[in-house]
Every structure is written in structure tokens, then in C-alpha cells.
Nanobody, 124 residues
């Protein structure tokens, strides 16, 4: 499975972005998807995840109320909608996939496939 993120960029504080994770390969619908981010000098952290069917989602405290994860299995695509962005959201954002998680997802980096990352910069 190959993953490609897009939709990153420069946005002002309070602005919004939608990141897209496009997958190529077989059986995207079998994979849980996690969204992670890594800021300069900091460890990679899990922000949101969604189970293979989309029936279960989880959010880190940093994303609750502002980030929404979703997926469209017919399009082999997952999304991370981000609103009310803050300078501390500046990071490289990654999507990742795990086919062993059944009907759940996790915010720990226990994922087998990773995208190359998309830069999100929140600055005025």
C-alpha cells in the first residue's frame, strides 16, 4: 500500500485546511488510518485515526473539537479536516495505514505504511 498526502500549506491562525491521504494498492478498506504530525525538535505524535470501516475514530487532546478524520473507501482516500488552526499546529503531517487493527484504530505509531508527509505552517 502506498500513501500520498496532499493539501498542506501556509495558513493564518484561525484558518482551515483539509489534508488528503490518497492510497494506491489493494484493499484500502481493510486498513485503519492514522494521522500523525511531527514538529521540528519534537517527537512524532498521533493526532487522529479512523478504523477501516470508518465506524470508530479517536483524537488526541490537541485535535479534539478542531480536527475531523474521515474516509471514503470507494475513493481509496482519507481526510483530515482542520479548523481554527494555531501556530502550534505547525508540523509535517503524515498519514499511515495498519491492516491488523480490526474495527479500531490507535494513536500510537503502530502502523506499517506511511506517506511522505505534508507540511502545514500556521503563521501570520
Amino acid at each position: 500500500l502506498q500513501l500520498v498526502e496532499s493539501g498542506g500549506g501556509l495558513v493564518q491562525p484561525g484558518g482551515s485546511l483539509r489534508l488528503t491521504c490518497a492510497a494506491s494498492g489493494r484493499h484500502f478498506e481493510y486498513y485503519a488510518i492514522g494521522w500523525f504530525r511531527q514538529a521540528p525538535g519534537k517527537e512524532r505524535e498521533g493526532i487522529a485515526c479512523i478504523s477501516s470501516t470508518g465506524g470508530s475514530t479517536r483524537y488526541a487532546d490537541a485535535g479534539k473539537g478542531r480536527f475531523t478524520v474521515s474516509r471514503d473507501n470507494a475513493k481509496n482516500t482519507a481526510y483530515l479536516e482542520m479548523i481554527d488552526l494555531k501556530p502550534e499546529d505547525t508540523a509535517v503531517y503524515y498519514c499511515a495505514a495498519n491492516e491488523l487493527l480490526i474495527n479500531v484504530c490507535v494513536l500510537q505509531p503502530e502502523y506499517d505504511y506511511w506517506g511522505q508527509g505534508a507540511q502545514v505552517t500556521v503563521s501570520s
